[in-house]
């Protein structure tokens, strides 16, 4: 089994897929830099997954917001540490050739996205 089919497999859940297809369209609207590829968000809604493996912990609203807040403070975390583990390669850093200014830079803009989540429970109404 590839990579791709183990990770598709993880993502059958309707609500893991929105969850980054969210993160996705969070990323291109609010990122500057670019170190946090489709990758990157995969890997972290992966490891999201492993945290929360039940059904119903991805069931709906709620829990949708509760999980793109940890997936966001566990990118931040990263983007602090400057390394991202690869979900099935876990000595393999996503960061790799990163510049630090540009990790810093995308930590803080993450920062101030997680923050707007956190306030204003209605910033992904339009997404």
């Known amino acids: 089994m590839s990579f791709t089919e183990a990770e598709d ?7 893991r897929c929105k969850c980054l297809s969210i993160l996705k369209t969070l990323r291109d609207r609010n990122f500057d830099s670019i170190p946090i590829t489709n990758y990157v968000l995969k890997s972290l809604v992966l490891y999201e997954c492993e ?3 039940n059904e119903h912990e991805w069931s709906d609203e709620q829990t949708l917001g509760d999980r ?7 990118l931040i975390s990263c983007l602090q540490c400057r390394k991202c ?3 099935f390669l876990p000595n393999v850093d996503l960061f790799k050739g ?8 995308a930590a803080k803009q993450c920062w101030q996205l997680t923050r707007e989540m956190l306030i204003n429970s209605h ?5």
Do not use: E, W
Not at 98 to 105: A, C, F, G
Not at 123 to 127: A, E, I, M, Q, V
């Open 98 to 105: 990163k510049s630090i200014q540009t990790l810093d830079y």
């Open 51 to 53: 945290k929360h493996p």
């Open 9 to 15: 497999r993880l993502l059958q859940n309707r609500t």
């Open 85 to 87: 583990p690869h979900y």
């Open 68 to 74: 793109l807040n940890g997936i966001l403070l566990q």
């Open 123 to 127: 910033c992904l109404d339009g997404l």
